[in-house]
């Protein structure tokens, strides 16, 4: 099976990834596409090949060279994160659609690649003051991190007018509905 794709992007803060988990973990047609990076693993918090697949520089080049990505971005020097080729292939092959999470860059990639076989969503906060606050409680944030966080929100914000949709994250019960109805939509009206 060649199925579908669903790309949700989003500034960070937006509820992009609970979003993202709540319909992993209430849709059984979706599979969730797992990024590969170089960036190091949090031993603690993460395992290769289910958070990411954790590569080498080398090795990251040596598949940029070989096109086994369907999109790769250099976040920063030596930091590359991207798509698997083989890692949408495996979803498909479980006869599932594919869902991604992915930053903004990213998820315009793979709206280029895939075309009218992929949905893609911008998941949005209702307002920068929300975004600050949300930052905020995460309790994880510099303030110079948190400047630099929504002065990128602000870029990224630039972007949305590209995707399919904008989703707007107000209130989280809500979002989860209406992200279940966009999946349902795109299914029934693209199922060649």
């Given at each position: 099976m060649e199925g579908k794709l669903f790309i949700f992007?989003?500034?960070?803060?937006?509820?992009?990834t609970t979003v993202v988990q709540h319909l992993l973990n209430t849709d059984?047609?979706?599979?969730?596409s797992i990024s590969a990076c170089t960036r190091e693993m949090r031993e603690s918090k993460e395992a290769n090949g289910k958070d990411y697949y954790f590569l080498s520089v080398d090795e990251f080049e040596r598949r940029i060279q070989?096109?086994?990505?369907?999109?790769?971005?250099?976040?920063?020097?030596?930091?590359?994160?991207g798509t698997l080729r083989s890692?949408?292939?495996?979803?498909?092959?479980?006869g599932k659609h594919v869902i991604f999470d992915v930053d903004v860059k990213g998820g315009l990639s793979l709206k280029e690649q895939f075309g009218d076989k992929a949905?893609?969503?911008?998941?949005?906060?209702?307002?920068?003051?929300?975004?600050?606050?949300?930052?905020?409680d995460r309790n994880t944030e510099s303030e110079d991190s948190l400047k630099a966080r929504l002065e990128k929100m602000k870029y990224e914000s630039s972007f949305q007018d590209q995707f399919d949709v904008i989703l707007v994250n107000d209130r989280l019960e809500?979002?989860?509905?209406?992200?279940?109805?966009?999946i349902d939509h795109f299914l029934e009206n693209n199922s060649k």
């Open positions: 992007s989003a500034p960070s803060g937006s509820g992009k059984p047609r979706i599979g969730f070989n096109n086994e990505f369907v999109e790769w971005e250099e976040v920063y020097p030596g930091r590359y994160y890692e949408v292939q495996r979803i498909w092959d479980m949905l893609s969503v911008f998941v949005k906060v209702p307002s920068i003051e929300e975004l600050q606050k949300r930052l905020i809500e979002t989860f509905v209406k992200a279940h109805q966009l």
